[in-house]
C-alpha cells in the first residue's frame, strides 16, 4: 500500500508542479487554483494519504529511498508554492490597508 500511495502523490506533485506557476498570477487565482476539483489541495491530500499508507506498513530499506524522496519532493512542491502565495497574501493586505 505505501508503495502505490507514493508512487500516486508523485504523479499528483509532479502534475501540479509543472501547472502552478501558470495558475499563481493573484490572490484569487491561487485560492481558486486551490480549491477547485483536482486542484493544488490534491497534493496536501496525496501526501496525507501516502504518510497514514507509510505509517500502516513496515517500511522496508527496499521503499526507504522513495518514501525519501516523496518527503523531499512535498517539500519542494509545498515550499514553491508558498515563496509565491506569501508576497501575493503581502501585497493583497498593504493593498487593503491603503498603503
Known amino acids: ?28 487565482q491561487m485560492v481558486n487554483a486551490y480549491a477547485q476539483p483536482q486542484g493544488w489541495a490534491e497534493v496536501d491530500r496525496q501526501q496525507r494519504l501516502f504518510e497514514h499508507g507509510v505509517a500502516n506498513s513496515v517500511v522496508s530499506d527496499d521503499i526507504a529511498p522513495l518514501v525519501d524522496l516523496c518527503r523531499q519532493r512535498y517539500r519542494e512542491v509545498s515550499w514553491a508554492i508558498q ?8 501585497k493583497r ?3 487593503l490597508r491603503g498603503c
Not at 508512487?7 to 493573484?26: C, I, K, M, P, Y
Not at 515563496?83 to 503581502?90: K, M, S
Open 1 to 28: 500500500m505505501a508503495t502505490e500511495r507514493c508512487l500516486s502523490f508523485l504523479d499528483t506533485a509532479e502534475r501540479d508542479n509543472s501547472a502552478w506557476v501558470h495558475q499563481a498570477g493573484n490572490l484569487r
Open 83 to 90: 515563496e509565491r502565495f506569501w508576497p501575493v497574501c503581502r
Open 93 to 95: 493586505a498593504g493593498r
